[in-house]
């Protein structure tokens, strides 16, 4: 699977597989081993996701170093490559100069690396460059070589690469499962059966037939280890390089048992105590070890898949085959052909390939898997339109504008699958516990087993049972697993709700947050005022007034700007650029504009601003039409002053309303204990207005753009856990300040750069959705997290023997070793439980 590399100077960033960890001890020996070499500088491997993220400096270490060190353990880093191989089923070939002819072409093309064309098939297999040469590309030039050639692969790969080899994993151990189960089954009837008042045929009876007895024990006992063998392949090299893990705990236990039943086997063919030798055999355990482990490796893998289902959806929403209009013809292509600037027709329940404009035609578009917004949005001709959507009751002619990994839905998946590979904080003591945890149940194994024999004066039966009982019962596996599975689903969940977190980090400072910041336009109100007062001062018709002040604005994309253009358009009026044109942050905008009674007058100076604009620029406003823009001001209204040619001329009132859900969201926001602020660049008056009307008390009025992160800073210095929602436009460096920054509405570019989480709708009950998930996630991570620590805990003195101390049981080995088994299974399980979140 080809993972994401960057490379900035120097540094260099890469995201990749891993293949060979088996347990927690795995992922723990790689960030240690790898983390100390010269020039690496972090290191994350994640064993739910079988992922590593490395940033190094290229002059100190390559990353072919990194992956020799890493081969070195006994894993291997799966490198990214430039390349992309197609196939291509091609008709009308006669002969061997037919596909020569192709072969010769198409291998001739720039960025074609090999072509090589089967004749008795029909199928040629191209290897490309992608950034060079398209798979559109290819298809055309054979086309044009008189031949027709028809695309048999695409790189939308509805499953992942490792999603491909998990089910291929799970296929294999399914199969191994029942002659595993078949066979350990019969080496228990065998061994225990006479226990269990079962008749054996006199052939294998372990008194008059010790040796028979025995030995069928073993023959049925070597195919179980030969289904085993990944147990010992794996775990036996694994102790030997010093860096053992959970397959080296079973290899060791398991091996213990069976090499000591194997030389009682021996003793038994040369007569030594025969029945008393068969009755000290341990086959049996050896067997249903192997079993169990692998069924419980089975079901936690089976478990595993699902952890994923999120990201299997959001994949499931691109078509891979799309309609080109060519002309006055049409045809159909993969999505993987679609260039930019390409005409798609899209008919009605198809999904959009791509991100694109609406050149012709109508329809109703069911955004609800993206955005979580059950309504279909209403679409037409110059409407923009997103990948992985659907186009319910009309045919649709779309302008490609994004294609492949740039479409939203490609970006979507993108933050999600990273945030699924990432860490959260509170798994480092997890992480650091699993790199000496093998090693150190080892030791504790091998002292309990001696301390039963020498001072606990034990028979070596006893002892041996016990060594074997702990080797089997710890799992690094549980601890490994509690942390990033959750976050998996959890994650996954998220996106399934319109909420994208973009790591695991971020999921965790959500569930601690005491203090949110609201920004003010776009974020509590809908970001769309509108002009409902104009105050004429001048010597201008109020429409004359209206356009001047609309040409004015026309060069600001502030949204009071767009409110007084919006409103000469709807007088029919068509406001022209200003002829000169300065912005004035936190003040207004200065502008040159033509006279509309006389274009051939002198160009009026036109200022539109706030009232520290007018003191500023020395325009004399009377005390009440200032007392006027306090009464707007008390209405939640936005009071603007205009001048021109440095005489007042206007006061306008702009109103935004507050968006329906926002008094709800606060006082909700209340209930979890977090306090309520709300950000704004307005008056004071007009901020506590709307402030009022959603519900909060805090208000910090009257603040600049670019002093917003200050505030934010100054509020963390209380001590404060602080996030920031806004829209990410002229608030990223509060955003970026916040402890978390949440991003919200329409603009995914932009929010997706911006927020720590990103809210797909403007909907502010979505924030609270956010700090429930992150809840509930952390509290899923955190019972993970008792649990395997608690089993481990608990279940290693238990098999050490400390409740016989005390004339309790002992632990048998199968016993253990199907606890350890389905601990893991129960923490993945336990994490599973999030996808069916709702908040």
Request: hydrophobic residues 45%; charged residues 20%; negative net charge.
């Amino acid at each position: 699977m080809k993972e994401r590399e960057n490379i900035t100077n120097e540094h260099a960033t890469l995201r990749a597989d891993i293949k060979g960890m088996h347990c927690a001890s795995c992922s723990s020996r790689i960030e240690k081993v790898v983390g100390a070499m010269a020039g690496v500088t972090r290191v994350a491997v994640n064993l739910a996701t079988e992922k590593i993220d490395l940033s190094w400096d290229s002059n100190r270490v390559d990353l072919p170093g990194i992956a020799e060190r890493i081969a070195g353990l006994g894993f291997e880093l799966v490198t990214p490559g430039a390349e992309a191989r197609i196939s291509l089923g091609v008709s009308g070939m006669h002969c061997a100069s037919c596909s020569s002819r192709i072969e010769k072409v198409v291998g001739g093309l720039p960025g074609v690396k090999s072509c090589e064309v089967n004749l008795a098939t029909g199928l040629a297999r191209v290897t490309l460059d992608p950034d060079l040469i398209s798979q559109r590309q290819v298809r055309e030039t054979i086309d044009g070589l008189g031949f027709k050639a028809e695309p048999l692969t695409s790189s939308t790969d509805f499953l992942s690469g490792q999603q491909q080899d998990l089910h291929a994993r799970l296929l294999v151990l399914r199969q191994r499962l029942i002659p595993l189960f078949i066979l350990a089954m019969l080496v228990m009837v065998v061994s225990m059966g006479h226990m269990a008042g079962l008749s054996l045929p006199d052939l294998i009876n372990p008194v008059t037939e010790p040796l028979h007895f025995a030995l069928l024990q073993f023959v049925l006992v070597l195919p179980v280890l030969w289904f085993g063998r990944g147990f010992y392949i794996i775990g036996f090299p694994s102790l030997l390089r010093g860096a053992p893990n959970m397959d080296s705990l079973i290899a060791v236990g398991t091996g213990a048992a069976f090499v000591y039943s194997t030389w009682n086997l021996v003793e038994i063919g040369l007569g030594f105590e025969a029945a008393a030798r068969a009755h000290d055999l341990y086959f049996e355990s050896a067997a249903m070890l192997i079993a169990l482990v692998s069924l419980g490796k089975y079901l936690e893998a089976r478990s595993k898949a699902r952890t994923s289902d999120a990201i299997r959806q959001l994949m499931q929403l691109a078509p891979d085959r799309a309609t080109l209009i060519k002309g006055d013809s049409q045809e159909e292509i993969l999505v993987d052909e679609i260039e930019v600037g390409d005409l798609l027709f899209i008919r009605p329940g198809e999904r959009l390939p791509i991100d694109g404009v609406i050149e012709q035609g109508a329809s109703s578009v069911d955004e609800s898997m993206l955005t979580g917004e059950s309504l279909a949005v209403q679409k037409g001709q110059g409407d923009e339109v997103v990948s992985g959507t659907l186009n319910k009751n009309g045919i649709l002619h779309v302008r490609a504008a994004k294609v492949g990994k740039d479409t939203m839905l490609n970006r979507i998946i993108s933050m999600v699958q990273d945030a699924q590979g990432s860490k959260a904080p509170i798994a480092n003591l997890a992480d650091r516990i699993s790199l000496y945890f093998v090693p150190a149940v080892m030791v504790i194994a091998t002292l309990a087993g001696l301390s039963w024999y020498f001072i606990g004066q034990a028979e070596f039966t006893f002892a041996l049972r016990i060594f074997i009982a702990v080797m089997v019962i710890a799992c690094p596996c549980a601890m490994g697993l509690a942390t990033p599975t959750s976050i998996m689903v959890g994650t996954g969940r998220g996106a399934q709700l319109g909420v994208l977190v973009k790591n695991g980090e971020a999921l965790e400072m959500a569930q601690k947050v005491e203090t949110i910041v609201f920004d003010k336009t776009g974020t509590l109100t809908h970001g769309k005022p509108g002009l409902t007062d104009l105050g004429n001062y001048s010597s201008f018709s109020d429409d004359e007034l209206l356009l001047l002040m609309a040409c004015a604005e026309t060069g600001s994309e502030h949204p009071l700007a767009e409110a007084i253009v919006q409103a000469a358009r709807n007088r029919n009026m068509q406001p022209v650029a200003p002829a000169d044109f300065t912005a004035l942050p936190g003040r207004g905008i200065s502008a040159a504009v033509h006279d509309p009674r006389n274009s051939r007058q002198p160009l009026l100076q036109v200022l539109i601003g706030n009232f520290e604009l007018m003191q500023e620029k020395n325009i004399g406003v009377a005390g009440e039409i200032y007392r006027g823009a306090d009464e707007l001001a008390d209405a939640g209204k936005t009071p603007l002053f205009a001048a021109i040619d440095g005489g007042f001329a206007a006061l306008v009132a702009i109103a935004d309303k507050i968006k329906d859900e926002a008094p709800a969201t606060v006082s909700k926001l209340r209930e979890m204990g977090i306090e309520v602020v709300m950000l704004t660049g307005d008056h004071e008056k007009t901020a506590r207005a709307i402030a009022g009307q959603a519900g909060i008390t805090e208000v910090i009025a009257r603040v600049l753009p670019d002093h917003k992160a200050e505030e934010i800073e100054r509020i963390k210095k209380r001590g404060r856990v602080v996030a920031m929602v806004g829209d990410g436009i002229n608030d990223a460096p509060a955003l970026a300040t916040a402890d978390l920054g949440i991003a919200m509405g329409t603009g995914i570019d932009v929010a997706i750069e911006s927020g720590d989480i990103v809210l797909m709708q403007g909907n502010l009950a979505q924030v609270l959705t956010a700090l429930k998930l992150s809840r509930a996630t952390m509290r899923n991570i955190k019972q993970n997290l008792f649990w395997a620590f608690a089993y481990n805990v608990i279940g290693i003195p238990v098999a050490a023997g400390l409740l016989f101390i005390f004339g309790g049981p002992t632990l048998n080995p199968m016993i253990a070793g199907a606890a350890m088994a389905l601990s893991s299974v129960s923490v993945v399980s336990n994490a599973l439980r999030l996808r069916f979140f709702t908040p």
